[in-house]
């Protein structure tokens, strides 16, 4: 099993910044992309980056030009930085790490709040 731990989240204005960090443990070998979802209130729970081992990354476009994922292969952690938040940012924010058995796994941490104030 992976487990994976979020930190970094609060309560923040809008036009503020904030820095989501998560660290995976476990069975870490394997782990090709990591990411980050996050899921509003009635909403369905949607991508919002993901970086692959080798450092690819792909942002929804909501996020693009605002937000930063990067990725620590050596420490296994990965972050997103989140610039110029938007009411509409606010959400949990999840932590995704995806391994390849043929079909792919999902592993998720227990996510953290994210809210930006008008």
């Known amino acids: 099993q992976v487990q994976l731990v979020e930190s970094g989240g609060g309560l923040v204005q809008a036009g503020g910044s904030l820095r989501l960090s998560c660290a995976a443990s476990?069975?870490?070998?394997?782990?090709?992309?990591m990411a980050w979802y996050r899921q509003a209130p009635g909403k369905q729970r949607e991508l919002v980056a993901a970086?692959?081992?080798?450092?690819?990354?792909n942002y929804a476009d909501s996020v693009k030009g605002r937000f930063t994922i990067s990725r620590d292969n050596a420490k296994n952690t990965v972050q997103l930085q989140m610039n110029s938040l938007k009411p509409e940012d606010t959400a949990v924010y999840y932590c995704n790490a995806q391994k390849w058995f043929g079909v792919r796994v999902d592993y998720w941490g227990q996510g953290t709040q994210v809210t930006v104030s008008s």
């Open positions: 970086i692959t081992s080798n450092g690819n990354t």
């Open positions: 476990g069975r870490i070998i394997g782990i090709n992309t």
